[in-house]
């Protein structure tokens, strides 16, 4: 379903089948619940409300050469000199807040690449937080392949889309 300009959709289901509500914001999924639809031989309304909390922009988008491997979520040792200037920029700059954008290349599922693209955000969360990084000044943010930056028709593209940015985040008040 596609939600209208409120938000707001519907849609009729069989009666005595289990569902899982898929919640999709533009950029990340969550399962929002699993609900049993009982069987009353009857038509009925059952309603659910989902809220999702939105930032309202970036200050900056800090590019950074953190790439990973096909498949995986696994810093490099070669990127962890990248994301030591990025610790040291955030410790210079204490009240800096971060998102940690992570991508994939085409290969595999949607719901696949979803799931591994958070893990390399949290991956780098991680990193930054056992150096000494506030974890509430980092969210971790999987894109999956959504946001290529090359052509995922290419190995070379695609070693491109598998990547971490960090955007400066300003957050709603």
């Known amino acids: 379903l596609i939600s209208d300009i409120d938000g707001k959709s519907e849609i009729a289901v069989d009666q005595g089948q289990e569902y899982n509500i898929k919640v999709f914001k533009a950029d990340t999924f969550f399962v929002f619940k699993q609900i049993k639809v009982p069987d009353l031989n009857y038509d009925f309304t059952m309603n659910y409300n989902v809220q999702i909390k939105i930032f309202e922009g970036y ?6 050469d953190v790439h990973f491997a096909s498949n995986s979520a696994e810093i490099k040792e070669r990127d962890k000199e990248e994301l030591d200037r990025l610790y040291d920029r955030l410790f210079n700059n204490s009240l800096t807040q ?23 955000s949290n991956s780098v969360k991680k990193y930054l937080v056992e150096k000494g990084i506030d974890e509430n000044r980092i969210i971790a943010k999987g894109y999956g392949e959504k946001e290529p930056k090359e052509s995922n028709k290419s190995p070379a593209g695609r070693a491109i889309n598998r990547r971490t940015e960090v955007r400066t985040v300003i957050k709603n008040k």
């Open 98 to 120: 971060i998102e940690l954008a992570s991508h994939t290349d085409s290969i595999g599922s949607d719901e696949s690449n979803m799931r591994l693209s958070q893990r390399r």
């Open 59 to 64: 200050l900056d988008i800090i590019n950074l």
